[in-house]
């Protein structure tokens, strides 16, 4: 890839020195709009330097343009071209140092001379032109630097993307306009996280007094958001968005706003679609990409960690649940907006590392990467980051599964637990089958069981204590429906035929072995995985039980309220398998949380058990030698809250010991 050979442009890095870089102001009278000239400075971070620093996403690497960089052509993605040429023109001449402002476009500022402009001109840190990206060991020491440049940087600049020709900037005007109003009339009676916590009802009642038509403001902030999902979803814009000193800049074609008040704007606006009012301005796609939740949540999550919360109450929102309290935590370990960090966090050891570490990753680790390294690596600066074994260290050169089976083996290892086995599929060729590649996670709190795993001195085995719960003696999984694109729908006909299947196949037969009527096992089912987990109702649910009392058949014809249940039930046949134990058990197994590459798909003889250490069963498959097992994935027995793992629920069960290989 071109974009990454370039390495002679570069002079190594000293100590705490970092690279930024100054863009020559575009003049009408001189310059051709598309030639853009910069120059690399070194600079000590161990200074008060004065900069900001790019958040943004790559996009295409294949897709590039040329700037000139210290006189020589330099490759840059589309993406951070557009970038750069909304960025190189913000300046002042009367800017002082450290000025947070990120200054309006100025284009006619020398009457058409470009004398002394690096003199003025703003120092920016750009990770693509900043860091020498073919040097594998620079870009490994530069990761532990992002926390630091980052919440050291004079202030975060984000670039959603180019926002799409069609929106013209009056459009783009009134969404930065409607934003600040808003969040002016909030911040009259809340502050920080609290301005999350107004109701949807008092949003859309100050939407309405302070912007003249809110419905005009929905397809704009459609067409916005739109253009800024990349950057809502990477790993690396997360922590740059919440690290920052103070509310990030936010960047919208010539238009600057905030993160916290473009935040609170969409979730207004998706509070008023919820209400109908505005439901002839809402086009196809709006209403849904108005919810997606990315956005709005890193607009949250920074304005939790402001300092102002932080010292206003000294201790996290009390919570009824685990979860709450598990996030809470995690509020109180970030460096906040507007604060420097709190030396008393800087002493962290690893033990409270691993623990940091796990809760980050069971929050974030669906977020995208490009390099797959950083499914790790991105959250280490939302840690407190001690000094880390060599093992631990950054080293975009070593292969991934090494990387994975080292991070593994330290998270079970300092935090005495298996909520790991939850991260994502394990991909990896080489690796056990214990050993995620942390592409997800489920989103509960660690378990509070006693654990003590032991890990073999190969790393090859790991042994852990666990009850065995059941082994499948049936299986429905509709491998037509699996293997159909997500984004199609299927017919009403296949659909119904699945059902059929799955109510003779494991509904029936669970009502036969636990002697009650299907209805029952009906109700204990659907209550949870279809009303629940795929937003089904249960009274259109049980019209389907017709296919009980006529031998499995499908009925010539199907009322409304039966056909109703095709959505969900599409959704829940093709990305979940279920699986039936000998005591009648019905367990729910997504693909998207299991080794599926590995092991294909849930067999028969496959064995569900509560292991110390997680929260949720676990699917293992025996080895054919009987040594131990492989690890499927995690499973979902129903009624889910009889198979939470607590000391209690291990409490006069036999126990045994479970090899993972």
């Known amino acids: 890839m071109e974009l990454f050979k370039r390495s002679k442009l570069y002079r190594p890095l000293r100590k705490s020195d970092i690279r930024v870089v100054k863009f020559?102001?575009?003049?009408?009278?001189?310059?051709?709009?598309?030639?853009?000239?910069?120059?690399?400075?070194?600079?000590?971070?161990?200074?008060?330097?004065?900069?900001?620093?790019?958040?943004?996403?790559?996009?295409?690497?294949?897709?590039?343009?040329?700037?000139?960089?210290?006189?020589?052509?330099?490759?840059?993605?589309?993406?951070?071209?557009?970038?750069?040429?909304?960025?190189?023109?913000?300046?002042?001449?009367?800017?002082?140092?450290?000025?947070?402002?990120?200054?309006?476009?100025?284009?006619?500022?020398?009457?058409?001379?470009?004398?002394?402009?690096?003199?003025?001109?703003?120092?920016?840190?750009?990770?693509?032109?900043?860091?020498?990206?073919?040097?594998?060991?620079?870009?490994?020491?530069?990761?532990?630097?992002?926390?630091?440049?980052?919440?050291?940087?004079?202030?975060?600049?984000?670039?959603?993307?180019?926002?799409?020709?069609?929106?013209?900037?009056?459009?783009?005007?009134?969404?930065?306009?409607?934003?600040?109003?808003?969040?002016?009339?909030?911040?009259?009676?809340?502050?920080?996280?609290?301005?999350?916590?107004?109701?949807?009802?008092?949003?859309?009642?100050?939407?309405?007094?302070?912007?003249?038509?809110?419905?005009?403001?929905?397809?704009?902030?459609?067409?916005?958001?739109?253009?800024?999902?990349?950057?809502?979803?990477?790993?690396?814009?997360?922590?740059?968005?919440?690290?920052?000193?103070?509310?990030?800049?936010?960047?919208?074609?010539?238009?600057?706003?905030?993160?916290?008040?473009?935040?609170?704007?969409?979730?207004?606006?998706?509070?008023?679609?919820?209400?109908?009012?505005?439901?002839?301005?809402?086009?196809?796609?709006?209403?849904?990409?108005?919810?997606?939740?990315?956005?709005?949540?890193?607009?949250?999550?920074?304005?939790?960690?402001?300092?102002?919360?932080?010292?206003?109450?000294?201790?996290?929102?009390?919570?009824?649940?685990?979860?709450?309290?598990?996030?809470?935590?995690?509020?109180?370990?970030?460096?906040?907006?507007?604060?420097?960090?709190?030396?008393?966090?800087?002493?962290?050891?690893?033990l409270q590392f691993g623990q940091e570490l796990l809760e980050r990753l069971a929050l974030f680790s669906i977020r995208q990467a490009t390099v797959p390294h950083d499914r790790i690596y991105g959250l280490l600066g939302l840690t407190s980051l001690p000094d880390l074994p060599k093992s631990l260290v950054p080293d975009y050169g070593r292969p991934f599964g090494e990387v994975c089976f080292d991070y593994t083996k330290y998270l079970i290892q300092s935090t005495n637990s298996l909520h790991v086995l939850s991260f994502g599929v394990n991909r990896l060729d080489g690796s056990p089958t214990w050993v995620p590649d942390f592409t997800g996670a489920l989103l509960v709190p660690p378990s509070g069981t006693i654990c003590n795993p032991v890990i073999s001195s190969d790393g090859k085995c790991l042994t852990v204590m666990g009850v065995n719960i059941g082994h499948a003696i049936a299986i429905h999984s509709d491998a037509t429906l699996r293997a159909m694109d997500p984004k199609e729908m299927p017919s009403h006909a296949s659909i119904l035929s699945a059902w059929a299947d799955f109510a003779t196949s494991i509904l029936l037969p669970a009502s036969q072995i636990r002697r009650c009527d299907p209805e029952v096992i009906l109700k204990e089912w659907s209550s949870e995985a279809f009303e629940t987990a795929f937003g089904g109702r249960i009274e259109d649910i049980m019209s389907l039980k017709i296919v009980f009392f006529n031998g499995g058949k499908i009925p010539d014809s199907w009322d409304q309220q039966a056909l109703a249940c095709v959505p969900a039930l599409s959704t829940l046949f093709q990305f979940s398998t279920h699986l039936l134990l000998e005591n009648g058990t019905i367990c729910h197994w997504f693909h998207q949380y299991t080794s599926i590459s590995r092991n294909e798909a849930a067999a028969i003889g496959d064995v569900v058990c509560g292991l110390r250490g997680t929260i949720r069963p676990t699917l293992l498959r025996p080895r054919h030698d009987g040594s131990g097992y492989g690890v499927v994935g995690n499973c979902w027995p129903y009624p889910i809250s009889d198979n939470t793992f607590t000391e209690d629920y291990f409490q006069n069960k036999v126990e045994q010991e479970f090899p993972l290989f």
């Open 24 to 350: 020559r102001p575009y003049l009408p009278a001189l310059d051709n709009l598309h030639r853009i000239e910069a120059r690399l400075y070194h600079v000590s971070l161990d200074t008060a330097t004065d900069f900001f620093a790019l958040s943004y996403v790559w996009g295409d690497p294949n897709s590039t343009r040329t700037i000139s960089l210290d006189g020589r052509d330099f490759p840059v993605t589309n993406n951070l071209w557009w970038a750069i040429t909304y960025i190189r023109n913000r300046f002042s001449a009367n800017r002082k140092p450290h000025d947070k402002i990120l200054s309006q476009l100025n284009i006619d500022h020398t009457g058409g001379s470009d004398q002394g402009w690096e003199d003025y001109a703003i120092c920016w840190w750009i990770d693509a032109i900043c860091i020498n990206q073919a040097d594998l060991v620079e870009k490994s020491k530069q990761v532990p630097r992002m926390k630091r440049l980052y919440s050291t940087a004079t202030r975060v600049a984000v670039w959603l993307g180019h926002v799409d020709d069609e929106l013209s900037d009056p459009f783009t005007a009134q969404i930065v306009l409607a934003a600040e109003k808003l969040y002016d009339r909030i911040a009259e009676t809340s502050t920080g996280i609290q301005m999350f916590d107004v109701s949807p009802d008092t949003k859309v009642k100050i939407l309405s007094e302070v912007v003249e038509s809110p419905g005009a403001l929905i397809r704009p902030m459609r067409r916005i958001l739109d253009s800024g999902k990349q950057w809502s979803s990477r790993i690396w814009t997360l922590q740059e968005g919440v690290l920052a000193r103070e509310d990030p800049a936010v960047m919208i074609g010539k238009e600057v706003t905030s993160l916290l008040r473009l935040g609170l704007l969409q979730s207004s606006i998706a509070a008023a679609i919820k209400t109908g009012v505005y439901n002839k301005y809402v086009l196809r796609h709006d209403s849904s990409i108005l919810h997606t939740a990315n956005f709005q949540n890193i607009s949250a999550l920074a304005a939790r960690l402001s300092g102002s919360i932080r010292k206003s109450t000294g201790t996290p929102e009390k919570s009824e649940s685990r979860l709450s309290q598990f996030k809470a935590r995690f509020t109180r370990q970030i460096y906040p907006w507007g604060n420097e960090a709190d030396s008393s966090h800087a002493e962290f050891n690893l």
